[in-house]
């Protein structure tokens, strides 16, 4: 007899089941629970974009541009890209839509991103990021409204403790261009020492080097300038409003003034949550201003800022989280009950009790069933009880049984 061989799950993805996926869900809930609070509006996006849409904003040099995206070619001969990550998508709809006409417009998103990365605990191929963006507000407000929002994000997810957000300014175009050009003179005083993939870094984009993982590069970033010597006075009060912000909000925060964002439109603020709970995948929330975004995709001048976290990450770090058990577990007795008992058990669901039914095996399977699901009762249905309209109702934490009404089932469980 020959067998088919089942096809692999493909590698870097996951099938979310059982506790992991109660993790993810909790911190969905959390987030859509917060952003209201918020008042931030939802989006659905498309899962893929023209290729364009994310290597014009992202930059070309970026690790997510140059070694991560899954692009190919659709039949129509169109390079397109799964989303590696929210925002360009975002800014893309900002400019497509017309959505300019409601700025400044407070938006979040969650679901799937793709990176082509070396898979891992906590790094995948798929996995799945919520997302929060002001877009069309510059004023420093709106950064601290995110960081806000990320912080109680964090709090109400209850894991807060050891978490930390890292802050820093990655300054005006002015800042930036003075502080890049004392990073290349350390870095070229260093460059025999430097990584090869740093070695590129340094003609491209020298910011990079700071966020290199690689061992090597490490004492030569760590020991690297901070940008404060460089900051331009606009700049400079710029960070001390967030700050400030910050610190009336009650937002704990702490200064890395080597902190820089993997992609090239960053301005300003910029800033990671951290954890050393989880190795080397540390990073669970991440964003900044990016004020340069909608420009490189051809709009007008629009500032922006924003954050994504990895859901799995955050799932990562949240307490077991359990299911609701069922209020009610309805065992008919027989099989002779069993169209009665899916009539309770439907007007329970309506009437909005979480409820199951045990129909498998025998009565007494059926009863076990009935007490493994954790439920608070059983409304048993035998013959007698089908013939008056009515079920024994047994609580089964207190052991009481009980004979009731099938029209008063849902006050007596209630
Ligand atoms: P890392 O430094 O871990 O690669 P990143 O800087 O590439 O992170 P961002 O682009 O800022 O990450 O994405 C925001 C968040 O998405 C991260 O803080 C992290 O929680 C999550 N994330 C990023 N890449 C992955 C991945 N491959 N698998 C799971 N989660 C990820
Ligand atoms: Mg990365």
């Known amino acids: 007899m020959s067998r088919i ?7 870097g993805t996951q099938d979310i089941f059982g506790d992991n996926q109660r993790r993810f869900a909790q911190v969905v809930e959390a987030f859509e629970r917060v952003r209201k609070l918020y008042c931030f509006q939802r989006v659905e996006l498309p899962v893929f974009e023209a290729t364009a849409v994310f290597a014009r904003s992202l930059g070309e040099t970026t690790d997510v541009v140059s070694k991560e995206m899954y692009s190919f070619e659709d039949r129509g001969g169109d390079s397109i890209t799964l989303r590696p990550e929210f925002t360009a998508g975002i800014a893309r709809a900002f400019l497509t839509e017309g959505w300019q006409q409601y700025a400044p417009l407070k938006l979040v998103t969650h679901g799937p991103v ?6 891992q605990k906590g790094r995948y191929r798929q996995f799945h990021q919520i997302d929060a963006e002001i877009i069309g507000a510059a004023e420093p407000m709106a950064d601290v409204e995110l960081l806000v929002f990320a912080d109680q ?7 807060a403790d050891g978490v930390t957000l890292q802050l820093n300014t990655l300054g005006d175009a002015e800042t930036r261009d003075a502080w890049r050009a004392a990073l290349v003179a350390h870095f ?27 061992p090597r590069d490490r004492p030569i970033a760590d020991a690297a300038p901070g940008i404060d010597g460089f ?12 700050t400030r912000g910050l610190d009336a909000a009650g937002v704990a925060w702490t200064r890395n003034d080597r902190l ?16 050393d709970r989880l190795g ?24 922006g800022v924003g954050w994504a976290a990895g859901i799995e990450r955050l799932g990562m770090l949240v307490a077991e989280a359990d299911d609701l058990p069922p209020m009610v577990v309805v065992v008919p007795m027989g099989n002779g009950e069993l169209n009665i008992a899916a009539a309770v058990l439907a007007g329970l669901r309506g ?23 954790g439920a608070h009762f059983a409304a048993i249905i035998g013959e007698a009880e089908a013939a008056s309209a009515s079920v024994a109702l047994k609580n089964l934490r207190s052991g009481d049984q009980r004979v009731v009404a099938m029209a008063d089932l849902v006050e007596a469980v209630k």
């Open 5 to 11: 061989a089942t096809p692999n799950r493909i590698r």
């Open 114 to 119: 793709f990176r082509y990365e070396r898979p």
């Open 153 to 159: 994000l964090i709090r109400e997810l209850g894991i």
């Open 188 to 214: 070229e005083a260093h460059r025999g020492e430097l990584s090869e993939d740093s070695v590129a870094r340094l003609g491209k984009n020298p910011l990079r080097i700071l966020d290199s993982k690689d």
């Open 231 to 242: 900051l331009t006075s606009d700049a400079g009060a710029f960070f001390e409003s967030v």
């Open 260 to 275: 820089v964002r993997g992609l090239d439109y960053y301005r300003h603020t910029a800033f990671e949550f951290t954890t």
């Open 280 to 303: 080397a995948q540390g990073a669970v929330l991440a964003g900044g201003r990016y004020d340069g975004l909608i420009e490189s995709l051809g709009g007008p001048a629009t500032a």
């Open 351 to 373: 009437a909005g009790v979480a409820a199951d039914m045990a129909f498998a095996g025998n009565f007494k399977r059926r009863l076990t069933k009935a007490d493994v699901a």
